[in-house]
């Protein structure tokens, strides 16, 4: 149960059950909102218009619980709830004073939205007007700009085509040339690749045989001299082929600026016929922001007489070129074929020192296997003397351990425990003897058989050498081209 004058809300949405005979008092409930402790007795103004001419005394007792009735309730009800509807109002009241002045203040909001509104459509006419002269203006400017832009365009078309055209020709005289020079270098290639392949075969000599011996020096001599003939076959045709690079790359640059410029003809050429009435003609947001400019009219006129002068200056230095290859071709055979013959002189007489050494190895080798097989004979002595040693020394190691047995006062340290301690170290000391005797047979063994290897391997390596002087090289330059073949005749 709550006290008369509680500020609960739970009062008016739960009315608690009390006495038919009591109401309570109209001042105890509205002395609540006007004062946040309800159990001080206030006086209260009588002036405010919103409130009853008429007053209860405020209630000092507090109701007693009766049986709920449904006449006490519609009383409570109708009596309490016009309140509630009063303790919202008194807190959203304005003066007069506010009333007018929000009145004012919205007169002259609109007053001048309105003046604003008039001056901004004034302005906005007289600027369309303004803005779409102007902007024709600037239209019909754009289109003579791109008109004579067309024509420059057109003007640097035919200079390049004409300037194509001659260097299309330079290029295919020049490759013409070029083709004949590489025939005859490939005709020098053949001795020179028998005199590499040679010295490619005898790389694969194995030890000691990789000897620079007076085979190899004129082998490298042969393939000097081939390659001095070659060198100005090599250097002109490198030049050629430089120059007939730089040949492609002039009329690559020609032919890229002739495309770049027939596409900047063609749309400059569609963007001077559009109209606002044309077809296609539609928004794109952001484009007049993107600056994809690389050149001005200067440099770009500049670019194009760049390439054409370019040209000629290459076009020059390849007719130039064309006739010092024409006069390159000369007398190289007799330098070749003079290395040749010496190189197969030196070839005979290595080919005879080799066969002479691998006779002497072979006589090395047998007094080697001889020595190989009496040294294996006295390992086998020595493993067997060693054997039997060891039977003695387990006896001896069998007593002393047999003897730890003995119990209590019987392991006695008597003479016979001496010398079986003494025949175990004599023997162990005799065993290592053998043994290391042994070891010393089997590095003689292990020597010679290193030995015997070496001259095994030496009689292989003057057998590899041998087969790959007389078999494959001497064989081989019987295959070396004739006069004719090395001048390009053919």
């Not at 007053?111 to 303004?130: A, C, F, G, K």
């Amino acid at each position: 149960m709550e006290p008369l004058g509680s500020t609960l809300t739970a009062t008016y949405a739960h009315p608690q059950p009390a006495p038919t005979s009591f109401l309570p008092a109209i001042g105890t409930i509205t002395s609540s909102y006007r004062d946040r402790f309800p159990h001080h007795n206030l006086t209260h103004s009588l002036s405010l218009p919103w409130r009853p001419s008429t007053y209860y005394k405020t209630a000092s007792n507090y109701p007693t619980l009766a049986p709920f009735c449904t006449r006490a309730q519609r009383v409570c009800e109708s009596t309490m709830l016009p309140f509630v509807s009063n303790r919202t109002t008194l807190f959203t009241r304005y003066t007069p004073d506010d009333w007018y002045r929000s009145n004012l203040v919205n007169f002259q909001e609109s007053n001048s939205s309105r003046h604003n509104s008039e001056r901004l459509r004034v302005d906005t006419s007289r600027l369309i007007q303004d803005k779409y002269q102007q902007i024709r203006k600037t239209q019909a400017d754009s289109t003579q700009n791109l008109g004579e832009r067309v024509n420059d365009i057109a003007f640097w078309k035919s200079e390049i085509i004409h300037e194509l055209d001659e260097m299309i020709g330079e290029t295919n005289a020049l490759s013409d040339i070029k083709k004949r020079l590489e025939r005859a270098l490939i005709e020098t290639e053949a001795p020179l690749q028998v005199t590499r392949e040679c010295l490619f075969h005898r790389e694969k000599r194995v030890g000691i045989d990789l000897v620079h011996d007076e085979v190899e020096k004129e082998l490298l001599t042969e393939i000097e001299v081939i390659l001095c003939c070659q060198e100005r076959m090599r250097r002109h045709l490198d030049r050629a082929i430089a120059q007939l690079a730089s040949d492609r790359a002039a009329q690559h640059e020609l032919e890229k600026d002739l495309s770049d410029k027939q596409t900047a003809f063609r749309i400059d050429d569609k963007c001077k016929d559009l109209r606002n009435t044309s077809e296609g003609v539609s928004y794109f947001r952001g484009v007049e922001k993107v600056d994809a400019t690389v050149s001005v009219p200067e440099s770009w006129a500049k670019f194009t007489d760049d390439n054409i002068l370019r040209s000629q200056s290459e076009r020059a230095a390849s007719a130039k070129l064309r006739d010092d290859i024409e006069n390159l071709l000369v007398v190289t055979a007799n330098e070749m074929w003079n290395q040749f013959n010496k190189g197969n002189v030196a070839f005979t007489n290595r080919i005879a020192e080799t066969a002479d050494a691998k006779n002497k190895i072979h006589i090395h080798l047998s007094k080697t296997l001889q020595e190989i097989f009496q040294t294996e004979m006295t390992i086998e002595s020595i493993k067997k003397a060693i054997r039997e040693k060891s039977a003695f020394l387990k006896v001896a190691q069998t007593r002393l351990d047999e003897r730890t047995r003995r119990p209590n006062i019987e392991l006695c340290r008597d003479i016979a425990q001496l010398r079986l301690v003494n025949e175990v170290y004599e023997v162990d000391d005799t065993i290592q003897t053998l043994q290391q005797r042994l070891r010393d047979s089997e590095d003689t063994l292990q020597s010679l058989v290193h030995c015997k290897a070496t001259l095994e391997h030496e009689l292989a390596v003057k057998a590899n050498t041998l087969y790959i002087d007389q078999e494959k090289c001497m064989s081989m330059r019987k295959s070396y081209p004739n006069t004719l073949r090395l001048v390009g005749f053919c």
